[in-house]
């Protein structure tokens, strides 16, 4: 059975949680992860560590003080027009996938999250399944400029 943690600006993790989080996602992202220093910005701002941010959460799976999933969302500060919140990062590790702890994360984020989500997902990721059954829908197709 897994226990699930929750931290956000009012119950931030410690450094070394902090540091385990990140590397968590660094190794269990995988092809779909960012660099280790783009995650760290997420959790930064989930945690409203880099100055005024809108915040967010920081949710963990861990089986045996082992960690086995993390979930980072974001608050955009722009309700009504954008969703209030984006799920920026989800793993699970890979010896425990097929287990359900996504879904838990994901229930837990929906659950604790002020409004509306948006999420960004790669077709070819198998999460998408899980997403859709949690209800989230193919709004539109995003594109973007790389400066």
């Known amino acids: 059975m897994s226990s699930i943690r929750t931290y956000s600006h009012f119950a931030p993790p410690t450094k070394e949680q902090m540091d385990e989080v990140a590397s968590f996602l660094f190794t269990h992202l995988g092809e779909f992860g960012d660099p280790l220093a783009d995650i760290q910005n997420a959790l930064n701002y989930a945690l409203c560590l880099n100055g005024r941010t809108p915040g967010g959460l920081i949710i963990t799976s861990s089986n045996d003080s082992v960690l086995n999933g993390v979930a980072v969302t974001n608050r955009t ?56 059954s949690l209800g989230f829908i193919n709004k539109y197709l995003e594109m973007r400029l790389k400066k």
């Open 77 to 132: 500060g722009m309700h009504g027009y954008i969703p209030d919140n984006i799920l920026v990062y989800i793993a699970t590790h890979r010896e425990y996938r097929g287990q359900g702890i996504g879904r838990q994360l994901m229930i837990k984020a929906i659950q604790l999250s002020e409004g509306d989500m948006a999420l960004h997902v790669e077709p070819s990721n198998p999460a998408l399944r899980l997403y859709e």
